[in-house]
């Protein structure tokens, strides 16, 4: 077999923290221990033709193995766990619920998380921001509770540390206050555990020395 | 085996259109010809402790079958795919992309389309809502327009109906204006060919049969 290759870009606006897509398979990767290589994106390459052909929303990541190409890092984190063992457990019904906690962050977590940053980050200057973001935090920590109450006093979401922990860890990284997340003292705790593994610190190392790039014309400083 | 037992919603204010997530679950087991029983909720009841166990977020569906227990709609249609057949490939790279669309469809396109239903339904009497309203309708176009892309002349996303193409075609019937999918005429027909589907057909039938619950008390008529 050939080594993946997974594509990525070469500069981010998230300053090297790994917030980033690509992380998620990065991080995947380095748990079962499997090397790869990095075709890297300039910022704005990811709309274009040559890339859309391996992603058509025009994000990154992109993977590919002998002759199989995956986009959506969700999809490419399960294809990552069912090739190496290490992500999951090898019996069916624990495997199960490692893939539920994948949909769990992705589509019922990742969603609050994720319009709290486009309320910060994209639309904060608007005039309507500052009355809407009650709302937007009600939702978040209204998730962010039910998962602390499911968690509990775990160190993992459902026995060893799974597929599931690593996109929920990814996902609640992208928490942009601090004292949000840290209302919930376990919830803070288990995102420092998955950030202490050593595999997830091989993969920001890695992903923080492909950012060799520079931001696109006009960003501003 | 006993029969997969599903937790769904007696009542919805949907008005059994099917677009509660259970919808999901029901069509995917429709799709393999596996006969099922259904645990019915009033609403509410999905907030309690009892549903709690079975899902900590508090939403449905839930899926039981021979002492496993799951929540997350996209995990359980995963599940239903291993364990019979008609839902992907039988060849591992038809599977992985099916997989593939399965997040696409949940983590990629789902988000716009959720956002544009919370601006309406939600937060539609808001005194920002008109404002916001243009940038939640641009963020819904862009990834249309993508998907149509992605879609072209193709009956369904990649080869063969998937699971992937079931839960697109699911998140797509939440966009609410009609107006809007019609831009697109060959996502239109997509959808439109989902629901012809005699599977699709069946599920609905037995989602709206189970609607025998009553709003809850001071909901609007």
Redesign the interface.
């Known amino acids: 077999m050939t080594r993946p290759l997974i594509t990525a870009y070469n500069w981010a606006p998230d300053e090297g923290r790994g917030l980033v897509r690509d992380m998620r398979v990065r991080w995947a990767l380095e748990e079962v221990g499997q090397a790869y290589d990095v075709r890297y994106l300039n910022w704005g390459e990811q709309k274009e033709r040559a890339h859309r052909a391996r992603n058509?929303?025009?994000?990154v990541p992109a993977y590919e193995e002998d002759?199989?190409t995956?986009?959506?890092?969700?999809?490419i984190v399960?294809?990552i766990a069912e090739r190496w063992p290490g992500l999951w457990p090898s019996d069916p019904?624990g495997r199960?619920?490692a893939?539920?906690w994948?949909?769990?962050a992705?589509?019922?977590v990742?969603?609050v998380v994720?319009?709290q940053v486009i309320a910060r980050v994209?639309?904060g200057k608007?005039?309507?921001a500052k009355?809407?973001w009650p709302?937007v935090l009600e939702r978040l920590r209204m998730?962010l509770d039910?998962?602390s109450?499911?968690l509990g006093g775990n160190e993992w979401l459902d026995g060893d540390f799974s597929a599931g922990d690593l996109l929920m860890v990814q996902v609640l990284r992208h928490v942009g206050d601090p004292a949000i997340l840290a209302e919930h003292p376990n919830l803070k705790a288990y995102v420092a555990r998955g950030m202490a593994r050593p595999a997830f610190k091989r993969a920001l190392e890695a992903l923080r020395a492909g950012q060799t790039g520079a931001p696109p014309a006009g960003w501003p400083q």
Chains 1, 2 share one sequence.
């Open positions: 058509p929303f025009g994000q002759g199989l995956l986009f959506e890092s969700g999809a399960l294809h019904t199960a619920r893939i539920e994948m949909f769990a992705l589509n019922t990742e969603p994720w319009d994209v639309d608007e005039s309507w009355d809407r709302g998730r039910e998962l109450k499911a």
